[in-house]
């Protein structure tokens, strides 16, 4: 998968996805999906966008927590270092959430398409009419 430009760019574009196949913005849909009392496709979508975004901002967090600790003024120490080790160990799980949930939901996304309206009404065929009497069998 192609690395994003800024942070959060793959939960930006799975976001304009949603929008775009079910014609309104994510907090509409977001606010939906909450009031449905079934799991549906738009909640399971939501959903999904919203742990991609949550590991993007954990990504990014880890990512200036790291900066902070291997700065060249800083000194490393036994402290120190198992600090960097966490954090490069939860930037790994992020990193692996994030492209879980990307090609899952991509994959789904891909997969649907946004339904037109029909120009007309389907045509009912007509019901045919019962027999006015039964006939019955007789030996």
């Known amino acids: 998968m192609p690395q994003p430009d800024t942070a959060h760019a793959i939960s930006e ?3 304009q996805r949603i929008e775009a196949l079910f014609g309104q913005p994510l907090a509409e849909l977001e606010a939906l999906a909450d009031t449905a009392p079934d ?7 939501t959903g999904s966008h919203s742990d ?12 200036e927590r790291l900066r902070e600790l291997t700065t060249p003024e800083r000194e490393i120490g036994h402290f120190t270092a198992g600090h960097i080790l ?5 930037i790994a799980v992020s990193v692996a959430t994030r492209d879980a949930y990307a090609t899952s ?6 997969g649907l398409r946004r339904a037109s309206a029909p120009d007309t009404p389907p045509s009912v065929p007509p019901v045919p009419a019962a027999p006015a009497t039964a006939i019955s069998r007789t030996r």
């Open 13 to 15: 574009i799975i976001a």
């Open 39 to 45: 799991a549906t496709l738009l909640a399971a979508l």
């Open 52 to 63: 991609l975004a949550l590991a993007e901002r954990n990504i990014a967090f880890q990512l």
């Open 105 to 110: 939901v991509g994959a789904v996304l891909g």
């Open 86 to 90: 966490d954090c490069a160990r939860r």
